[in-house]
């Protein structure tokens, strides 16, 4: 579905087998940001091919995070040469996990980024976006603001009335806190989370980050 102009969520809402959301910026460089599980990609590969796209036309493929149901489609990407980027301290859990990802039929060789984010700016012909390290979920989960259109995409920093798990490798319930507290203070209209639904209009961005701080912060 289309958020807004150039933003395009392909939403996975199967009740029963796990996948994240999906984002595609259309812009003058194409970015795909969590392309989610390879077995599921034919989700994505369907919305992309509503829009007249394929894999070839996508410049940069983003994951928030390096856990399977974001990251695992990634090898189709860099088989076609389209370059991938994850936060560098992302790496390092996914190198210290080489027996499970092998496990899942997968090298590193096969996700490894073409370059590393940091926090900070990132421009991508002419668009300008931010980069937020916001570990929790995991140690280098990361969170993309796009401060012209006052959207965020999250990962799984936090959803609709939700946040992430902190019970996988690397996770803290401190730092979570932290990283959701640090996003609160952003001007938003949007929030483009890795599950659930989308959220929109600034009092609703308000209100579910109050809503977490409220009544989540204590079971983390």
Known sequence: MQVFDNVHAFIWDSPTANNCNTYLIDGP????IDPGHLSLFDHVLSGLENLSLGIEDLGLVI?????????E???????KSVPFAIHAREWELVKSMENQIAAMGLSLD?????????EGDLAVDGLDLKVYHTPGHSPGSI????PR????????????EGLGRTDLPGGSGEQIKKSILRMAELELDWIMSGHGEVLSGEEAVRNNFA???RYYFSYV
């Open 211 to 213: 809503l977490l701080e």
């Open 143 to 146: 969170c993309i603001h796009w």
């Open 63 to 71: 994951c928030t995070h390096a856990h399977p149901d974001h990251i």
């Open 29 to 32: 460089t194409r970015i795909l």
């Open 110 to 118: 096969a996700v490894m980024p073409d370059f590393f984010l940091t």
């Open 149 to 160: 259109n006052r959207a965020l995409f999250t990962g799984d920093l936090i959803f609709k």
């Open 73 to 79: 489609a990634v090898p189709l990407f860099k088989e």
